[in-house]
């Protein structure tokens, strides 16, 4: 196969992590089922001495999503997980132990906070919340034990930037490792190893498979932390099933045009949103009135498909009319499959970050469906807010 590594996204996408010429030609992976693997004789079987042992330590399928997954992230290595949030959970039990520290952005994924205050604190790691704006500020709350600092942007539900470089180097001056889920850019529209993170964490689950059918995570680390990380998921035993696997390689194939779709819909809906009576505000990074606009612009080389609305005051009871009145886009959580979604977002459990926006938050994940449908779907939920 040639190199891609100079090749467009698009082509990338369409060749990494197979050749054909190893297995027949066929164009696509053969999906390995697997657990033993037979060795020739016990000298290679004592030794270890082949390239696959056993199915909890890779197969040619596992292999070949994790090869394309480095090419885009540019990472040493990438593990394969079950579920997103397994990809969160696994790296923090890899380099955390008892008596260290943890940073996490305040507006950080719900389930990686919840992990992080039962199960981290009763391994005797301690937690503190920082505020997504912060920049190089992260150095003031450092201490001597802050192992990792873990970031994601821009944040859930409120879509707040970071700005990664200045954490990252802030970080790194302490010898901090950084970690970053950067499930909403995909590695199409930010590479977190060329911005300084040491462990990028996506929820496969979303983009890459794309159709709401699969659940799946990857952890691509450099080369400083690729050992470890390597090393904690064989200690836990955390594999993906082989379907799934090849499922979201098959996605991969697609999803830089699914990916320029959501955006291009997202972004009018967004922009036709800040215009409408009733809507207070719009949180999409990639619209010049959002505070961390200048940071996406900067370092990031796209927008997905998924942004918040605040409405025009009013509570629970014009979030819920608002929900009701909508026809295309279901009620659901998760986000990334060709279906439009819309949630009634929660802030209580933010530490320090303001929970309270001046009236209900929803969040909409913008699916491939025609912009003018969605358009007269948020039309009608908007004056279902109205009649409330
Ligand atoms: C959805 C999501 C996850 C978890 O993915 P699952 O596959 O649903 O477990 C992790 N991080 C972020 C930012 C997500 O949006």
Not at 17 to 41: C, E, I, K, Q, Y
Not at 205 to 210: N, S
């Amino acid at each position: 196969m040639t190199d891609l590594r100079d090749k467009g996204d698009n082509t990338r996408l369409a060749h990494l992590g197979h050749d054909p010429r190893d297995f027949h030609g066929f164009v696509n992976p053969p999906v390995v089922h697997a657990s033993t693997v037979l060795f020739p004789d016990a000298a290679t079987m004592a030794n270890r001495a082949q390239r696959y042992t056993y199915g909890t330590r890779g197969t040619p399928t596992t292999d070949a999503l994790a090869d394309a997954i480095d090419g885009l992230e540019g990472s040493e290595g990438t593990i394969i997980v079950p579920s997103g949030l397994a990809a969160v959970t696994i790296p923090l039990l890899a380099f955390l132990s008892a008596g260290d520290h943890l940073l996490l952005v305040d507006t950080v994924y719900h389930p990686t906070r919840h992990f992080a205050d039962t199960m981290l604190r009763r391994l005797g790691v301690s937690v503190d919340y920082y505020p997504p704006d912060i920049g190089a500020g992260i150095a003031a709350l450092m201490k001597p034990n802050t192992r990792v600092v873990f970031t994601e942007s821009p944040g859930s539900n409120t879509f707040e930037m970071q700005d990664i470089p200045a954490i990252a180097a802030a970080a790194h001056e302490r010898s901090a490792i950084v970690m970053m889920d950067n499930t909403w850019a995909t590695p199409l529209y930010f590479r977190p190893l060329d911005h300084g993170v040491d462990i990028s964490i996506h929820a496969a689950t979303k983009y890459p498979a794309g159709h709401s059918d699969i659940l799946l995570g990857t952890v691509s680390a450099n080369e400083r932390c690729w050992k470890p990380l390597h090393d904690a998921h064989i200690t836990l035993g955390c594999c993906a099933a082989p379907d799934d696997v090849y499922q979201v390689l098959r996605g991969l194939r697609t999803m830089g045009v699914r990916l320029e779709r959501h955006q291009q819909s997202a972004l009018a809906l967004a922009s036709w949103l800040e215009t409408q009576p009733g809507v207070k505000e719009v949180l999409h990074p990639a619209l010049e009135s959002f505070p961390g606009h200048a940071l996406w612009k900067r370092d990031f080389s796209g927008a997905s498909g998924i942004f918040s609305i605040v409405l025009d005051g009013g509570g629970r009871e014009e979030a819920h009319a608002f929900l009701d009145a909508l026809q295309i886009f279901g009620l659901g959580y998760s986000w990334g499959g060709y279906e439009s979604l819309a949630v009634h977002v929660n802030l209580e459990d933010r530490a320090v970050t303001p929970g309270d926006r001046g009236g209900p938050i929803i969040r909409l994940q913008i699916g491939l469906e025609d912009v003018a449908d969605l358009k007269a779907d948020i039309e009608g939920a908007l004056a279902a807010v109205r009649a409330v």
